[in-house]
């Protein structure tokens, strides 16, 4: 609001009373003048030239502290002495001199309140309005920092932000959205948003809702200067400053998020070790496959697993065993067409999804090529190494009409070729299937077998081929079924191989022949010896050892009465542990034989390095005559080569006297078979040491 300053005449300090009438219409004018000054909404003084105070109002010498008009007629100083020193006090005086009126916001100390002064100097001295704004200086600088605080986010903001005005041309750009488009925002500034915008349409209805105060969440291919795009997330709404009409644009770029969601995804249905698809995929792929399938075409599903992998991981370690299995998807991925899936599913499992238009032929012609593929030496470490697989193969219609099935019917041709002795492929056969139920029946009998008490042991003599005296027994399981009746061997002892259930099988006949041994030793007096055979199962558990001491200490049987068998599979499944075992056990005066010897990987390296008092051997060399070499000159060899060794012989399998006779001129040690004994029960056995 202007005012005009009150003239030091219109305020005057006396009057000349003689005139008649002047002092009343002084007194009323200058109560006039008072109920003015004191209306205005500022506080006002007054001071002469010789910085008197000639005037002030309530609001003015509140401000002060001090009555009204206590301070008339004082000088300035002395009624506000806390002016002394102020830059307000300089600016008074600077007016003063310069006779020129001016305006200044200042804080007044002694009450921490922002003032508002208006100054106007006259020839008479200098009159002053002032009035608080401390609150309108809070709101300003209240503003101010709510703005600073806006650039200080939009600049710093991780997201890009632009900001466009009704016609889409963006008037705001912040560093984020510079560094991510590659534009300054001088270049931003009057540019079109679709500068920005791979040619994605705002069109009417989208502005209208923005109208209406909605958000929206857009999905835009955004374009870089360099022409590059990036898929983003644009949240955008619409505000109003001064008047005008602006949209806001905050942009994220999902780049680094999809492509997390695709690695995601990648790990989901891949494997990976190898990065072939993975159970999830597979099923996908295969049904796809199936629904693709017209006509007399066919789908081949190849269950492939490899022969010898889990001996080379435990011989060459799981490193070694890793890049194996990524050297072999490797070699199966490139031997592939491109419309057939390679999976794996897990440990040395693979499977081969093949559209085939030529049926089995070419389903045959597959798996061909991968065996022979797998045939080919590997390298492991510093070694080549030949793997073999197994394949077992299902067709689409012919075998099975589901994903499912298909799976079922392939694996069980695998286990069938694998059964049939490994490195071959086999198609399915209806009859596998019921193999295979019967296999599962088996296993589902077995599973309570022990704690029902179905098994027995019947023992099978072995004689001193010199004296044809029974020197010991060979404990062999026997099976009582319930329903199928006695159970051989070769039909479950694979089964409770593969269920883990032979630990606790073959404790139960450890247990069980030491103590039927010793009962022998104690009524008869005679040293037998029973053989016991371990799997590779149990020789690979950590108590093992402590589980032989144990069955001899319970029995009272002495150590050298019990000979353990082993096949030559189990000694080198982990050489390093298995002749610390066998060590072991030889300090205990267990005695360690070789089952089956020469049936499997037979080598002169490892009968020097393991502990090893008995070498049985097989029937098949016994019987066999190849032209090249007659079976006595080979057996006569062999048992030169053991003694040589300090290892004794044991022939299994002799069935007729012409065989017995030339293993006795070879100089074998000890024998077994049904020209000699069958297997008996314990009773029997007391009783042929009776006639002995």
């Known amino acids: 609001m202007s005012r005009q300053p009150a003239s030091f005449d219109s305020l005057p300090l006396a009057h000349d009373a003689s005139l008649p009438g002047v002092s009343e219409a002084v007194d009323r004018s200058q109560q006039r003048m008072n109920a003015m000054l004191e209306s205005i909404g500022d506080a006002f003084f007054a001071v002469d030239r010789d910085w008197r105070v000639i005037y002030a109002n309530r609001k003015a010498a509140a401000f002060a502290g001090i009555e009204l008009g206590d301070g008339i007629g004082r000088k300035l100083l002395d009624v506000a002495p806390m002016l002394e020193g102020t830059a307000l006090l300089d ?181 990976s070790l190898t990065g072939l698809p993975n159970r999830t995929l597979l099923h996908e792929r295969l049904q796809a496959a199936l629904d693709a399938c017209t006509g007399d075409a066919s789908v081949a599903v190849l269950f492939l697993d490899l022969d010898r992998f889990k001996e080379i991981n435990d011989s060459f370690g799981h490193d070694l065993g890793d890049a194996l299995l990524c050297e072999v998807a490797q070699r199966l991925r490139r031997e592939l067409r491109p419309d057939a899936t390679l999976a794996r599913l897990g440990g040395d499992e693979f499977v081969v999804v093949a559209p085939c238009a030529g049926g089995a032929a070419e389903a045959e012609g597959i798996a061909a090529r991968l065996l022979a593929l797998l045939g080919a030496p590997v390298p492991v470490g510093t070694q080549d190494v030949i793997i073999g697989a197994s394949i077992g193969i299902s067709l689409y219609p012919q075998d099975a009409a589901t994903r499912e099935v298909l799976f079922q019917t392939a694996d069980t041709a695998m286990y069938r070729a694998k059964a049939a002795g490994r490195n071959r492929y086999r198609f399915f056969e209806a009859a596998m299937t019921a193999r295979a139920q019967a296999r599962m029946a088996l296993e589902t009998s077995l599973r309570p077998a022990l704690a029902r008490g179905e098994f027995a042991l019947a023992f099978q003599p072995r004689i001193d081929l010199r004296s044809m005296a029974m020197v010991g027994m060979e404990a062999l399981i026997r099976w009582n079924h319930p329903q199928l009746g006695r159970v051989a061997p070769g039909e479950f002892i694979a089964i409770a191989e593969e269920t883990g259930l032979i630990n606790e099988i ?115 060399f016994v019987l066999q005559d190849d032209g090249r070499i007659s079976a006595f000159d080979f057996v006569k060899a062999f048992v030169d080569m053991a003694h040589a060794l300090r290892m004794s012989v044991v022939a299994e399998g002799v069935e007729t006297a012409e065989v017995l006779d030339f293993l006795r001129a070879a100089d074998c040690d000890e024998a077994q078979g049904y020209l000699l004994a069958r297997p008996m029960p314990l009773e029997a056995i007391g009783a042929l040491l009776g006639v002995d």
């Open 91 to 271: 600016y008074y005086r600077g007016a003063m001199a310069s006779g020129r009126a001016g305006v200044l916001e200042t804080l007044w100390a002694p009450t921490g309140a922002w003032v508002e002064v208006r100054t106007y100097p006259t020839e008479d001295g200098l009159s002053v309005y002032f009035h608080d704004i401390t609150d309108q200086r809070c709101a300003a600088d209240a503003l101010r920092r709510s703005e600073q605080r806006f650039r200080s986010l939009f600049e710093q903001a991780g997201d890009s932000i632009l900001i466009a005005d009704r016609d889409l041309r963006v008037v705001a750009a912040n560093a984020s959205a510079c560094a991510t488009f590659g534009y300054s925002a001088e270049e931003f500034v009057g540019s079109s948003v679709h500068l920005v915008d791979s040619g994605f349409p705002y069109d009417l209805a989208l502005l209208e809702s923005l109208r209406a105060g909605q958000t929206h969440l857009l999905r835009i291919t955004k374009r870089r200067r360099d022409g590059s795009t990036f898929p983003a997330e644009v949240r955008v709404s619409r505000f109003e400053d001064g008047g005008q009409e602006f949209f806001q644009a905050i942009i994220r770029d999902l780049s680094e998020r999809e492509e997390a969601e695709r690695r995601l995804r990648h790990l989901a249905t891949h494997d």
């Open 506 to 620: 073959g404790h139960w006949v450890l247990h069980q022949a030491c103590r039927a041994t010793q009962a022998l030793v104690a009524s008869h007096g005679k040293p037998v010896r029973v053989s016991v055979n371990v799997s590779a199962r149990q020789l690979a558990q950590a108590g093992f050892v402590g589980d032989v001491r144990g069955a001899l200490e319970a029995s009272g049987l002495a150590p050298c009465h019990l000979e353990l068998e082993l096949t030559e599979s189990a000694l080198i499944e982990d050489m390093e542990r298995t002749a610390a075992m066998l060590g072991e056990l030889q300090a205990l005066g267990v005695k360690i034989a070789v089952d089956d010897f020469g049936t499997g990987y037979s080598g002169l390296a490892y009968l020097r390095r393991f502990p090893i008092d008995v070498l049985k051997l097989d029937r098949s």
